[in-house]
């Protein structure tokens, strides 16, 4: 089975300034990983998944993240935050072979920009 | 394209009553997959439907059962409900069963169980 750690509940940060999302995950297999957005009384969006190749992954909203397999993270990040960007920030997992239907989710990190 | 929807977007029901909860698929998409979101927690897989019949289960018990119709649109059923099934339903349609394939959000249901 597969698990998520997100590290930090909440993260505040001013306007401009880069912000980075921590997540790490546990798993016995190889696993395609995942960063989702959710704003306030939204579903969620897909920002950004690994599921092979280069490490660094971009996506949209001008976010990243990087794949490190040796720490078993995936760490999101973003240069200049701006207001709009204030939401819940969910890394989720999944085993990349056989039936990887069900996304495992981590807690969420809630992402507040202040002016 | 219309979107994920989801219907009702409100529910409140007393505990040990029976509720269904809906959504629409993308277009062209024939996969749904069905998630609780506890207050203060991420998304839980509760199972998935392919072409009408359910593909994958998480830890939910039986009561919590579901449809797919030839439309690809589907329904979450909850008998006896209880307490703690006070949450955010998710549902997410996708173009096949791996999540190697995006999956599309509704904005979900939110039930309140008294």
């Known amino acids: 089975a597969q698990s998520v750690t997100q590290l930090d509940s909440q993260v505040p940060v001013f306007e401009e300034a880069p912000v980075e999302l921590r997540c790490n995950y546990s798993?016995?297999?190889?696993?395609?990983l995942f960063w989702y957005v959710q704003y306030p009384n939204q579903g969620l969006q897909l920002l950004l998944k690994?599921?092979?190749?280069?490490?660094l992954v971009k996506g949209i909203n001008g976010f990243e993240a990087e794949f490190n397999k040796s720490q078993t993270s995936f760490h999101l990040r973003k240069p200049s935050v701006h207001i709009s960007d204030t939401a819940e920030y969910f890394c989720?997992?999944?085993?990349?072979?056989?039936?990887?239907?069900?996304?495992?989710f981590g807690k969420g990190t809630l992402l507040t920009v202040n002016p | 394209e219309t979107g994920v929807t989801q219907s009702p977007t409100h529910l409140i029901k007393t505990r040990g009553q029976q509720v269904t909860l809906r959504c629409s698929s993308q277009?062209?998409?024939?996969?749904v997959s069905w998630y609780q979101q506890a207050l203060g927690q991420g998304p839980q897989f509760i199972f998935q439907?392919?072409?009408?019949?359910?593909?994958g289960r998480g830890n939910f018990p039986p009561r919590f059962s579901g449809l797919q119709f030839p439309n690809y649109s589907s329904e979450l059923n909850v008998n006896a409900l209880e307490l703690d099934d006070s949450a955010l339903y998710l549902c997410?349609?996708?173009?096949?069963?791996?999540?190697?394939?995006?999956?599309?959000f509704g904005p979900g249901t939110r039930l309140l169980v008294l």
């Open positions: 997410a349609s996708s173009l096949g069963t791996g999540v190697a394939e995006t999956q599309y």
């Open positions: 798993s016995s297999v190889s696993v395609y």
């Open positions: 690994y599921l092979s190749g280069s490490t």
């Open positions: 989720a997992v999944t085993r990349s072979g056989g039936s990887n239907y069900k996304l495992t």
């Open positions: 277009s062209g998409h024939n996969t």
């Open positions: 439907y392919y072409r009408e019949e359910e593909n």
